[in-house]
């Protein structure tokens, strides 16, 4: 069970996203801890945010719209 899990290309490429995204706002924590001006923290958050909400929405089109190829293997 362990090896089809993760032999699977599709969860691959959601946890992939999933890790990316977590790092994105790990970055942003490390930002407002640096940066203390108010519009730089603004502009630090609404730049991550983007970012995690482009990776959740490629991420759900691939969940929805690849064929896993390597369960017919």
Do not use: C, H, P, W
């Not at 999933?18 to 940066?35: E, S």
């Not at 730049?47 to 995690?52: D, F, R, T, Y």
């Amino acid at each position: 069970m362990r090896k089809y899990f993760f032999k699977n290309l599709r969860f691959q490429i959601i946890f992939s996203m999933l890790i990316l995204a977590f790092l994105m706002v790990i970055t942003n924590i490390i930002g407002f801890a640096v940066f203390s001006k108010k519009r730089i923290q603004n502009m630090i958050f609404e730049k991550g945010m983007n970012q995690v909400i482009a990776t959740a929405d490629y991420a759900n089109y691939i969940l929805n719209n690849s064929k896993d190829y390597l369960k017919d293997l």
